[in-house]
């Protein structure tokens, strides 16, 4: 089931791949840095993996993989910044890293933001650098990397929505094919919107039939011959 899942959700897949990759990867470094003395880069390093854990969870369990991608590229962003600000120079490799992920884990928009704050931010700070060619040479390297990845990221995105047309419409026709209907469905039933949104929608849509019902019987009229409805007339005089 969860292989499906994997296959059928792409945000899912992504955040999955991205999140496993992190955790492992972070991981023996935070082991490392509490077994050399460092407790305090590894208890930063171990929030890192907690928080991206989590959100992997969150996605799996609510389904809601677009919103858990978006909190691990901010989380990763902002890990990166404290590590390399409180610790100098030795998070600077992070920085590549985070910044071509984070492209695949949320819109490119705001992945392009969350570099520009992390690199500028990162450049602030001179007494990180050894030289004033090293900071230049980190800023000049940082933003073609994020540039190279947005421009990647665009390409994508365009190719997946031309995939998407074509696979939810016949291309002789235009007109929208099963797969189309399928997708139809998934909205009209709300599994899209998750185990919580669910929940609050059948609640509010359950509390709308009660009204109506009750609203119904209190205005229908009693001891009134007749139709329920009436016309009236023309008004016997002027009304203003």
């Not at 003395?37 to 930063?44: K, R």
């Not at 998934?186 to 669910?198: D, E, F, T």
């Amino acid at each position: 089931m969860w292989m499906t899942r994997l296959k059928s959700d792409f945000e899912l897949a992504n955040v999955t791949l991205f999140g496993g990759c992190a955790v492992l990867g972070i991981a023996p470094f935070a082991l490392y840095r509490f077994a050399s003395g460092q407790t305090m880069i590894g208890v930063v390093d171990s929030l890192i993996v907690t928080a991206i854990a989590v959100a992997v969870a969150h996605a799996w369990r609510s389904g809601d993989a677009r919103r858990a991608g978006l909190f691990m590229a901010l989380f990763n962003t902002l890990g990166c910044i404290a590590i390399t600000l409180l610790f100098g120079r030795h998070g600077l490799p992070w920085v590549y890293v985070v910044a071509v992920t984070s492209y695949f884990l949320t819109t490119r928009h705001v992945a392009a933001v969350a570099n520009i704050v992390m690199i500028a931010t990162l450049a602030i700070d001179a007494h990180i650098y050894f030289s004033k060619l090293e900071l230049i040479s980190f800023v000049v390297t940082a933003s073609l990397v994020s540039i190279y990845a947005f421009l990647f990221a665009h390409r994508t995105q365009t190719q997946r929505e031309q995939l998407q047309v074509l696979a939810t419409h016949d291309p002789l026709t235009g007109t929208g094919n099963r797969r189309l209907m399928e997708i139809v469905k998934r909205v009209h039933s709300l599994a899209i919107a998750g185990a919580v949104a669910n929940h609050w929608i059948e609640v509010v849509a359950g509390w709308a039939i009660v009204l109506a019902i009750t609203g119904v019987y209190l205005w229908w009229p009693r001891g009134r011959t007749g139709g329920v409805l009436s016309v009236r007339g023309a008004p016997a005089q002027r009304m203003y």
